[in-house]
């Protein structure tokens, strides 16, 4: 089954989350700066959910070129990420309209851990199709980077509910910079035709 199906779809999908998410950015009320002030914590929430999604689509195109095979679990595998995808712009309009307070927070988060859970799912399905030898199975053997991440999730949950709902937001904005540069391995495994 060729891969490039699966990629292009993914590509078209987080376009098109990317644009359903300006589109809930609210116009200030009125031609100042002070007006802006009034709307700058939903541009700096769709900011954060902005680097989210390019953060996610930066390291799916990274994944996707050591990739030789999928299948038809990598389809629902797939299937599984694009649908935590789309449910940023949800999660990111109501944590706009009530950015302290506590449902709204903890869904963002439950979106995030969501993503995470299912780009590791995604892995594993890849890894189980190309083989454990293959560069997805070498990169997603004891992958750190995502375990952490996962147990940030739950940290940022956890904060959130127990000291402040806005640590959900900053704790997983901060995670984010784990994330910017992609795999480095993949890079690697790229340059070198897969000699670590």
Same mark, same amino acid.
């Given at each position: ?108 988060? /439950?979106?995030? &851990? ?5 780009? =590791?799912?995604?892995?594993? !399905?890849?890894?189980? %199709? *190309? #083989? ?19 147990? /940030?999730?739950? &940290? ?5 509910? =127990?000291?402040?709902?806005? !640590?959900?937001?900053? %704790? *997983? #904005? ?23």
């Amino acid at each position: 089954m060729p891969k490039t199906r699966i990629e292009a779809f993914t590509d078209a999908v987080i376009a098109i989350v990317l644009t359903l998410l300006v589109l809930d950015l609210r116009e200030p009320h009125g031609d100042t700066w002070r007006a802006f002030e009034g709307t700058g914590h939903q541009f700096f929430i769709y900011l954060i959910s902005f680097a989210s999604l390019a953060v996610y689509w930066n390291n799916h195109h990274h994944l996707f070129n050591i990739v030789k095979k999928v299948d038809g679990r990598v389809l629902w595998a797939n299937n599984l990420f694009i649908l935590m995808m789309s449910l940023f712009p949800f999660a990111t309009d109501w944590v706009m309209d009530y950015p302290v307070s506590l449902a709204p927070q903890l869904l963002y988060g /439950l979106v995030i &851990l969501g993503a995470d859970i299912s780009y =590791l799912l995604l892995g594993f !399905a890849l890894v189980k %199709v *190309n #083989g454990t030898q293959s560069p997805v199975g070498h990169l997603f053997h004891r992958y750190r980077k995502m375990y952490r991440t996962l147990i /940030l999730n739950v &940290l940022a949950l956890l904060l959130g509910w =127990l000291i402040h709902p806005v !640590a959900v937001l900053v %704790v *997983n #904005g901060l995670m984010l910079l784990m994330w910017v540069i992609p795999e480095k391995r993949i890079e690697t495994w790229l340059h070198y035709g897969g000699k670590d």
